[in-house]
Each structure stands twice: as structure tokens, then as C-alpha cells.
């Protein structure tokens, strides 16, 4: 979909957002410099990266639950960090500006667990022979997974919910030459979930993935859902009072514009 760069929705003081970014770099950080502060007696950065991955199999077991969350402030490479952290950066402070800092903290990480939720169901649909034969190459069961993408998803899907028509500005590099491109925030957004979930209906059929398609398509249904029970009480007593006093207005009798018209 390309790197969005621009959008036209308003932003206040994202402070939670921030936090968040800035946690997810450090850990990515102290994984390469001092793996052993984030896991006592891991010497290198793919130690960090078993123990703090969300198992599935580990998860149905009971096991591991901790990884839940830890999985989200983990990543593979400085590719996964960045490109995570400019979507979260993007969309993640208009978010934040509708719902108060508390309230968007609770539903990044509910987001984030409903992510894996599905991730993990997603698993259970595919059809065991492919698992047992080898076609899915890797098996999803026992493959770790990390990353912030799943509860970014639900940010978008918020997002989707609060701003469905602002413009999104993003830049598509060709080779080298970057195409520019501005669209509805509806059209982009849709546009992302069509092809997540295209891909995750494919990682269904045995084709395995590096990407947890289902983790995004879950946590983006996710933020539909909550999305309307997250917004701030103020911000929704002030769209109840415009959309009232806009009611109000057009069932209003306008004499003077109807002797202006006739």
C-alpha cells in the first residue's frame, strides 16, 4: 500500500503513542547491545527473540502467557521495527486523540491479544494433513511470533471508525522513483484489509507465510468493534450535542428562505 506521509486528521499531543514507540526501540536495541536485560543469560539477539515470540502451541497449553505481551514490543529486524512504527506513529495519534491516553493504552494491548486470538484460530481451520505432510513448509503451531503489527491493525481499524474521510497521502517508490498518491482514509484503509485478507485466505489453504496475516485481520476487526465503546465520554456528549443541534436546524421552518424562493 505504500508509506503513508501525510494525513489530515487531527492529531493532539500523542504521549501514549510516543511511549509506545519509544519502548519498542529500546528493547529492539538492548535485543542487539544487552540481550541479557531483557532475558537473564541470553547472549545474543535470537535468544531474546524465542523467549519473548508468542508460541501458539505454547499459548493453548498455558504456557508462556507472559509472551502475549512481551510479543508486541519484540521484532525480527530493523525493517519489521520501522515499518510498524511509522503505521503506529501515523494512525496511532488520531487514535489516541479521540479516546483518553488510558483508554487507548487498554485498547492497544486488547487489541494486540485479540490479534493473537486469531492468529491462533486461524491455525486450528487449516487442515491438519497439510501440517502433518510439510506443505505449509513451516508449521504455524510451533513458529514464533512478534511483532506490534496485530494491535497496530486495530489501531487502523479505529481509525477507519473516527476517520473515514480524511486523506491519506503516501509515497510508493517504484524502483527508484517514488509515486505519490493521496486517497480517502476509507479506500486505503479497505484497500490494506482486502489484501490481508486475501493473503490470510491463502495461508488457510497450507501455503505457509512469514507474516501472520490473520493476527492483522484480527486485530483490525477488533478495532471496528471497540472502537466506538473506547472514544472519550466528552467527545461522544459532543457529537451527541452537534448531531442533535444539527437535527434541530433542518427541521427548523425557514420562512424567510421560502418567500426568497418563491
Do not use: C
Not at 515499518?83 to 489516541?96: A, T, Y
Not at 479516546?99 to 492468529?119: C, E, N, Q, T
Not at 514464533?144 to 497521502?169: D, E, K
Amino acid at each position: 500500500m505504500g508509506i503513508p506521509v501525510h494525513q489530515t486528521a487531527p492529531r493532539k499531543s500523542p504521549v501514549v503513542t510516543l511511549s509506545i514507540i519509544l519502548v519498542n526501540t529500546v528493547v529492539f536495541i538492548l535485543m542487539y547491545i544487552e540481550p541479557q536485560l531483557l532475558v537473564p543469560g541470553a547472549t545474543n539477539v535470537y535468544e531474546v527473540q524465542r523467549q519473548l515470540a508468542m508460541i501458539p502451541i505454547a499459548i493453548v497449553r498455558g504456557e508462556r502467557l507472559w509472551t502475549i505481551f512481551t510479543a508486541m514490543f519484540t521484532h525480527a529486524d530493523i525493517y519489521h521495527l520501522l515499518g510498524n512504527m511509522i503505521f503506529l506513529f501515523f494512525f496511532g495519534g488520531p487514535v489516541e486523540s479521540v479516546m483518553s491516553r488510558k483508554r487507548y493504552l487498554l485498547f492497544y494491548f486488547l487489541g494486540g491479544i485479540m490479534a493473537d486470538v486469531f492468529h491462533i484460530l486461524s491455525i486450528t481451520i487449516i487442515p491438519s494433513h497439510y501440517l502433518i505432510t510439510g506443505k505449509t513448509i513451516i508449521n504455524p503451531w510451533v513458529t514464533p511470533t512478534l511483532g506490534a503489527s496485530g494491535a497496530i491493525s486495530a489501531v487502523m481499524g479505529a481509525y477507519l471508525i473516527y476517520y473515514p474521510r480524511s486523506r491519506i497521502t503516501m509515497v510508493y517508490p517504484i524502483w527508484i522513483i517514488p509515486l505519490i498518491f493521496t486517497l480517502p482514509a476509507w479506500v486505503y484503509i479497505l484497500l490494506w484489509f482486502s489484501y490481508q485478507l486475501i493473503m490470510g485466505l491463502i495461508t488457510l489453504l497450507g501455503f505457509a507465510s512469514s507474516i501472520a496475516f490473520w493476527a492483522h485481520i484480527g486485530g483490525f476487526i477488533s478495532g471496528i468493534a471497540f472502537a466506538p465503546f473506547f472514544m472519550d465520554p466528552a467527545i461522544k456528549e459532543q457529537i451527541r450535542m452537534y448531531k442533535a443541534m444539527l437535527k434541530e436546524f433542518m427541521e427548523e421552518e425557514t420562512p424567510y428562505y421560502e418567500e426568497e424562493f418563491y
